[in-house]
């Protein structure tokens, strides 16, 4: 089953792992369930190497500069693809929960991601005690 989502995709068999492969080999190890359907596949060249998958999958999402999928091993196998999304539509989700001047902080980080906290007051157009005071409240809300 394929699940899209806004911020991820998720995609879930109910197979499971194979029962030949321990949990803590997963990703390093590999191994057909169905040898016959695999070799023919094999001669057909309709797929890669053998084993490759998750390690392929890690680096596309690290050369895509996403976070590393999430896999569940547990009963049903899934994987987690996490999306960008975009800021405006994500800043627009705290909109209820934060403050104007905190908003305007995030917008403000998010168009320059080095900005200093003399650059910042300047921009808000708060001292820079205020903008202590924001940066500190945002880190609270980051843990």
């Known amino acids: 089953m394929v699940e899209i989502f806004d911020d991820?995709?998720?995609?879930?068999?109910?197979?499971?792992?194979?029962?030949?492969?321990?949990?803590?080999?997963?990703?390093?190890?590999?191994?057909?369930?169905?040898?016959?359907?695999?070799?023919?596949?094999?001669?057909?060249?309709?797929?890669?190497?053998?084993?490759?998958?998750?390690?392929?999958?890690?680096?596309?999402?690290?050369?895509?500069?996403?976070?590393e999928p999430a896999?569940?091993?547990?009963?049903?196998?899934?994987?987690?693809?996490?999306?960008?999304?975009?800021?405006e539509r994500w800043i627009d989700t705290w909109i209820p929960y934060l403050t104007p001047s905190l908003i305007n902080v995030l917008k403000a980080i998010n168009n320059n991601a080095f900005i200093t906290k003399p650059e910042l007051s300047e921009i808000i157009g708060h001292g820079h005690t205020s903008i202590s005071k924001y940066t500190s409240q945002l880190r609270g809300w980051a843990c």
């Open 71 to 87: 896999f569940g091993l547990e009963g049903f196998f899934t994987v987690t693809f996490y999306r960008p999304m975009e800021f």
């Open 8 to 67: 991820r995709v998720d995609i879930t068999n109910p197979g499971g792992l194979v029962l030949s492969i321990p949990k803590e080999e997963f990703g390093t190890r590999s191994f057909s369930r169905k040898s016959l359907v695999f070799g023919l596949f094999l001669r057909m060249e309709m797929v890669e190497k053998i084993g490759s998958g998750i390690k392929r999958m890690k680096d596309e999402m690290a050369r895509a500069n996403l976070p």
